[in-house]
């Protein structure tokens, strides 16, 4: 099997490099960590300025303010950003990967043309409001009620874990509209303005030393009931989709290879017993194992990559991606951590190894939380499991 781009789309990968070494400064490197950006205004004023350039949302038409490009162009932009250095934006995957999609298949034309627009600038910053202290892998027990009242729902309840919340002006919430059937069949998708009275969002400490999440209380919030996205009641159908996309988007194959290649460049700069570590048979075997599984992964990428150039919704399958694309790149973090020796120790970016991002301690731990949100690999498992494989429950 021979893959290539055709003569054109060298020639776009060609454009896309250059803007991106031009662009990409280091002050936004250094504040890149396991793929992530944890400053959230540099995060917001790099999403402004990929909006003035056009390219902030490549999937999107460009009607809303996206890129329209092909499937093709769409990966090889995501590959060529993922290889620059440039921070995996959490203001682009909750409003543009998520909800934007899926606001182009439920939302009514007046919630399309309120809200995406603003979500592509990068004017209007969303939060995700899907996990309760007792619901996040069992996410249809969710307990925050919403109950109609006149024209508006009152919502009460507690969400956790909710990026971004503290900085976001809106969020997207499931809640709780009815109580008598299955839990699935009970909830709805709400949007939510984070500014509505009786709101109070509290920032969490994560093992980063940064406040990357929240918890957010709703004592008695009034939500007009034109911002219920799809009908009530019928939310979970909703919510399953935009995981899907989630997951589609979770993992920028492009990122793991990237970080593989650091790894590369760092093991010819090691000194092992008189010679580069490169050339030591028992990390060659390490190194080879892992470049084998990220062509695997690149080819699974790129099989769904062709499902979705035919028109089809990403589908059970884009769990494979989030699974193993995570574990994927803890693992190359691991042997990147080992390639460094004692500078492996390092909390802080050592800017003399490369791109510094993938190696220093505090971005090792940072990766551990790819295993957890957007759904646990166990979780992921039981999807592929259950959806992709058919296999039966028990
Ligand atoms: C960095 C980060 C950012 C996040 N951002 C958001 C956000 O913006 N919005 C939001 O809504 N949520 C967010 N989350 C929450 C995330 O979605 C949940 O943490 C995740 O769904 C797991 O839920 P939980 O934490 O309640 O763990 P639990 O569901 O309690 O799971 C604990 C462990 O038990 C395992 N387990 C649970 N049930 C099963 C089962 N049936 N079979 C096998 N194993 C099982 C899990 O895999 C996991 O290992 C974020 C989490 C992190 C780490």
């Not at 979780?379 to 296999?391: D, G, S, W």
Request: hydrophobic share 40%; charged share 25%.
């Amino acid at each position: 099997m021979q893959i290539s781009y055709s003569k054109n789309e060298e020639k776009f990968r060609d454009k896309v490099r250059l803007w991106l070494k031009e662009n990409v400064s280091d002050e936004i490197k250094d504040q890149t960590l396991g793929g992530s950006s944890l400053d959230t205004e540099l995060m917001v004023k790099w999403h402004k300025k990929l909006y003035q350039k056009g390219w902030v949302a490549p999937e999107i038409d460009k009607k809303w303010g996206g890129s329209g490009f092909s499937q093709t162009e769409n990966f090889i932009f995501g590959y060529e950003y993922a290889r620059s250095g440039a921070p995996r934006l959490k203001t682009k995957l909750i409003a543009i990967g998520m909800l934007t999609p899926l606001l182009l298949q439920f939302g009514t034309k007046e919630q399309q043309e309120r809200f995406i627009p603003d979500m592509i600038s990068g004017e209007i910053q969303w939060a995700q409001g899907y996990s309760e202290p007792d619901a996040g892998s069992d996410l249809a027990n969710l307990s925050t009620e919403a109950v109609l009242d006149g024209d508006d729902f009152i919502v009460n309840g507690q969400k956790i874990w909710t990026s971004m919340a503290d900085y976001a002006h809106w969020m997207f919430m499931l809640v709780r509209t009815d109580t008598s059937g299955k839990k699935q069949q009970g909830i709805s998708f709400l949007l939510v303005d984070l500014k509505s009275p009786g709101i109070t969002i509290r920032p969490t400490e994560a093992l980063t030393d940064h406040e990357p999440f929240c918890e957010v209380f709703f004592d008695n919030v009034r939500v007009p009931k034109e911002n219920l996205v799809g009908k009530i009641n019928e939310g979970w159908n909703i919510a399953k989709v935009l995981l899907e996309h989630e997951r589609l988007n979770a993992f920028p194959v492009g990122e793991v290879i990237a970080a593989l290649e650091i790894v590369v460049k760092n093991a010819e700069k090691i000194n092992f017993r008189g010679k580069p570590l490169l050339e030591d048979p028992v990390f060659r075997r390490k190194l080879a194992v892992l470049d084998v599984d990220c062509k695997a992964f690149l080819y699974t990428f790129f099989r769904i990559l062709s499902k979705l150039q035919s028109g089809s919704a990403p589908g059970p399958e884009t769990s494979f991606l989030k699974a193993y694309g995570a574990e994927l790149y803890q693992r190359v973090m691991d042997l990147s951590i080992e390639v460094m020796g004692p500078y492996g120790q390092s909390w802080y970016n050592l800017k003399e190894y490369g791109n510094p991002v993938h190696q220093a301690t505090m971005g090792w731990v940072n990766a551990r939380s790819l295993t957890i949100w957007g759904g646990a690999s166990e979780i992921q498992r039981t999807i592929i499991a259950t959806q992709v494989l058919k296999l039966p429950r028990k």
